[in-house]
C-alpha cells in the first residue's frame, strides 16, 4: 500500500514546510504518464514537463514550490525544465531547485531529466548574455553550482545570437558534452535557416541535436510551418513552451482581466492583446472544450499532444491543486475530425 503525505498547496498560498522526513514518493509513479522518445535519441520524455520559468522565485513560496515539484514526480512527471535567468531574481530558480535537489530528491536524480539554458541576460558586462564560448561555459557552471548537480541532461542555447559565429555557439555545446557537464544539448528559438546550420555542426562533431524548444499554442502555430517538420526530418524532438499562451488559453480572461493575472500585472502579458475579437475566439473555443468534457485549458493542453512530433508540453503550475487540474489533460487525449475541424474554423476566423 503505497503512502503519500502532502502537507500543503490546498491553498492558493501553500505555506507549508515540507521536507524529506515527510516526503515519501511514489512507488507507483511511472504508471500515470506517458513517454514519447525524443527523436531519434534513446531519451524518453514525459508527455508533460514541469517548467521554472515562473512560480519559482523569490516572489512565490518555497514549500508551496517543493509541494509542486513533489506532485509532479509522483505523477510520472521526470523532466525538469529551467533556465539560468529564471526567477525573479535572476538564478533564483536554480537556486531554489537546488534546495529542493538537497532536500528530498537527490536519491532519485538518475530518474530526473534535469534541463537548463543560457542565452538570456544573466549578470552584467559582455559574457553574462547572448552566445559566446565564455558565456555558456561560465553559465552552465553557476549552474551547477545553483542547483546541487554534477552535470544536466540537456543544456540549451537559449537563443540564437547574430553577433557570435554560430560555429563558435556549437563548439561550446559540442565541448560540453564532451567535458560531462552535459549529457545532451538543444535549441531554443533559433530561427529555421540557422536552426538547420546548427543541427548540420552538431552532426558533423557528433553531437546530435535531441531537441528544439519553440512556444507553441493554439494562438501561436508558427512552428508548424517550418520547425517541427524540419526538427521531425533532423531526428530532433520538439517541446513546447507556453502551451497555454501564458494564461490566455484558460477561462481566466472570458469575463475580462481579473486583479492579480499576469495582464493586471501588465509584464509579459499586455493587456491590449485581449481584444474583443479574441475574447469571441476563446469563448468558441471553450464551448468546444466544453462539450469534450475539458476546460479550454484542458483542450488547449491535449490538442498539442494531438501531433506525436511534440515530444513534451512543458507546463507551469502555481499550486499543485493546478498542476493536478493540467494532469487531467491525459484523460481525453483524442480527437474527432469534426473537432479538430471546428477548433480550426475559430482558430482561422480573422481578428
Sequence with gaps: MRKILYICCRTKNCSSIMNSET???????????????????????PELSLGFWHNFGENHDEACGLDIVHYAFDHGICHFDLANNYGPPNGAAEERFGRYMKQSLHTHRDELFIATKAGHLMWEG???????????????????????????????THRYDP??????????????????????????KYPPEVARKAYAYLEAHDVHCILYQGRYNMLTRQPEEIIIPQAHANGTGFIAFSPLAQGLLTD?????????????????????????????KLSLLNEIASRRGQTLAGMALAWLLRDERVTSVIIGASSVGQLKENLRVRENLHFSEDELTAIDNVLNTNG
Design 23 to 45: 516526503y515519501i514518493h511514489n512507488p507507483n509513479r511511472y504508471e500515470s504518464m506517458n513517454y514519447r522518445r525524443c527523436g531519434k535519441s534513446g531519451v524518453l520524455l
Design 126 to 156: 559582455p559574457y553574462g548574455d547572448w552566445g559566446s564560448r565564455k558565456s555558456l561555459i561560465a553559465s552552465l557552471d553557476q549552474s551547477l553550482r545553483r542547483m546541487n548537480i554534477d552535470y544536466v541532461d540537456i543544456y540549451y
Design 163 to 188: 553577433n557570435t559565429p554560430l560555429e563558435e555557439t556549437m563548439q561550446a555545446l559540442v565541448d560540453i558534452v564532451r567535458s560531462g557537464k552535459a549529457l545532451y544539448v538543444g535549441l531554443s
Design 252 to 280: 481566466r480572461y472570458l469575463q475580462g482581466i481579473p486583479d492579480g493575472s499576469r495582464m493586471a500585472v501588465n509584464h509579459f502579458l499586455k493587456a491590449d492583446m485581449l481584444t474583443p475579437s479574441l475574447v469571441d
